[in-house]
């Protein structure tokens, strides 16, 4: 596994840092709240339990699985594959994501968890790839760990065919590794 990497884009040190400010941020900004934290499968898993642990005020956990229905890349033609157990109707949510890339993904989770009216509804990514994103795409992320370059990147949760999720940092892959 480790020897796919062609390099490290972000260190576990550089992550566990940058997980607690955010914590800082958005323990302050929810305090009072009881937010819905709404985390979308399965890419987001690692970042979720870790982001979880740092905000220290009430908040609850909610979970949804999209899925984009003709192929791997983003279409755009997305659909949800398993939704939220919770109404969340008059409730604060907070949805962590992976990663914003071309976008379609977050846009969809947006105007899915939108139509059900929460009292306010905002965005926490690990990852913000916005040279991807696709045109006519204007939401913002209020929260962003870190910005990556154009670079297609693995570990800490994200994946290449499945593989390289359990990778405790964010590296980019040898070429090799795609098997070209
Ligand atoms: P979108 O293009 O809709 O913003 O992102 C859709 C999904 O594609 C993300 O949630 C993530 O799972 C995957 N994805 C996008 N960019 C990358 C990347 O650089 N590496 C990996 N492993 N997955 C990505
Ligand atoms: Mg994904």
């Known amino acids: 596994m480790e020897k796919d990497i062609l390099k490290v884009l972000i260190t576990e040190e550089q992550i566990r840092q940058r997980i607690q400010e955010l914590g800082e941020e958005l323990t302050r900004d929810y305090q009072g709240k009881d937010p819905i934290i709404v985390g979308v499968l399965k890419g987001v898993v690692v970042f979720y339990a870790d982001m979880i642990r740092q905000i220290k005020t009430p ?15 983003s279409t755009g033609n997305m659909v949800v594959k398993r939704d939220i157990g919770s109404d969340i109707k008059g409730r604060h949510v907070l949805i962590l994501e992976d990663i914003y890339d071309t976008g ?6 947006y105007r899915h968890l939108l139509s059900k009216e929460p009292a306010s509804l905002k965005i926490c990514t ?26 297609f990147v693995v570990g800490y949760g994200l994946d290449y065919n499945e593989h390289y999720r359990n990778l405790p940092y964010i590296g980019v892959l040898k070429p090799e590794a795609y098997g070209a």
């Open 126 to 151: 690990f990852l913000d790839k916005p040279e991807r994103r696709k045109p006519g795409i204007t939401l913002k992320a209020d929260y962003v760990g870190y910005t990556v370059p154009n670079e």
């Open 59 to 73: 908040c609850q956990m909610d979970f949804m699985w999209i899925s984009s229905y003709a192929g791997t890349t």
């Open 104 to 109: 379609s993904s977050l846009d969809f989770t």
